[in-house]
C-alpha cells in the first residue's frame, strides 16, 4: 500500500542549529513530492516539491530537501533554523490518482 | 498565481443546523478539488474528491449524507455539514488541481464550531 512515513512526532533545535525532517515513502512508481509547513490555525504553505530531475530541491525560506530512490526518502533540511520556523511541518506525495497521501507531520520546536 | 480561497474563515453554528463552505480557484479551472478534515494536532484526512459536474467521491468512513458536496463549476466547491453535532467541529480545508498537473493548491482553512 501507497505510504508517507514522518518518524518524528516532535523535533526540538535551538535557534541557529541546523534541521532535518525525515520523510519516507512507499510507492510502486516514484511519486510526486510535496513538503508544507503550517503555523497554529493557518492553513498549508508549500515549501518546495519534488517531480523529476535534480534531486536536491531548493524552496522558499531557505529550505532544501533531497530525494534518494535508494532510501525511499525526501528529507527538509535547513542549515540554520530560526525562531520563526517553529510550526508543524507536513510530508506529502501523490501518484496516479492524483490524491495525496500526508505524513503525520512533525512539530518543530526552536530553543531561542 | 494559483490561488485558491476558502469563505467563510470561521464558522459557528448550533447543534442540529447546516453549514455550508465554499471554496473557491481564483485565478484557474480546477478540474478537482479535494475536501480535507484536521483534528487538532492531527494530520489533514481526506473526505472527498469532487470534479466539476460529476458526483463527490467521499473516502471510507465518511458520511456522504452528512458532508454534502457540490462541485458545479470549474471554479467553486461547496462542502455542507447537514446537522451538524459538536463532534463535528474541526478545521476544514479544501484543495483545488488543475487539469495535467499533480498539485494540488490549498485554501487557507475553516474554522468550524459547533455548539
Known amino acids: 500500500a501507497q505510504s508517507v512515513t514522518q518518524p518524528d512526532i516532535h523535533i526540538t533545535v535551538s535557534e541557529g542549529a541546523s534541521l532535518e525532517l525525515r520523510c519516507n515513502y512507499s510507492?510502486?512508481?516514484?511519486?510526486?513530492l510535496f513538503w508544507y509547513v503550517q503555523s497554529p490555525g493557518q492553513g498549508l504553505q508549500l515549501l518546495l516539491k519534488y517531480f523529476s530531475g535534480d534531486t536536491l530541491v531548493q524552496g522558499i525560506k531557505g529550505f532544501e530537501a533531497e530525494f534518494k530512490r535508494s532510501q525511499s526518502s525526501f528529507n527538509l533540511r535547513k542549515p540554520s533554523v530560526h525562531w520563526s520556523d517553529a510550526a508543524e511541518y507536513f510530508c506529502a506525495g501523490t501518484s496516479g490518482t492524483y490524491k495525496y497521501i500526508f505524513g503525520t507531520g512533525t512539530r518543530l520546536k526552536v530553543l531561542a | 498565481g494559483a490561488v485558491v480561497s476558502q469563505h467563510p474563515s470561521r464558522v459557528i453554528c448550533k447543534s442540529g443546523t447546516s453549514v455550508k463552505i465554499e471554496c473557491r480557484s481564483l485565478d484557474f479551472q480546477a478540474t478537482t478539488m479535494f475536501w480535507y478534515r484536521q483534528f487538532p494536532k492531527q494530520s489533514l484526512m481526506l473526505m472527498a474528491t469532487?470534479?466539476?459536474?460529476?458526483?463527490?467521491?467521499?473516502e471510507q468512513g465518511v458520511e456522504k449524507d452528512k458532508f454534502l458536496i457540490n462541485h458545479a463549476s470549474l471554479t467553486l466547491s461547496t462542502l455542507t455539514v447537514t446537522s451538524a453535532h459538536p463532534e463535528d467541529s474541526s478545521f476544514y480545508i479544501c484543495?483545488?488541481?488543475?487539469?495535467?498537473?499533480?498539485?494540488?493548491?490549498f485554501g487557507p482553512g475553516t474554522r468550524l464550531t459547533v455548539t
Open positions: 484543495s483545488a488541481r488543475a487539469l495535467e498537473t499533480y498539485e494540488q493548491y
Open positions: 510507492y510502486g512508481a516514484t511519486p510526486y
Open positions: 469532487s470534479n466539476e459536474g460529476s458526483k463527490a467521491t467521499y
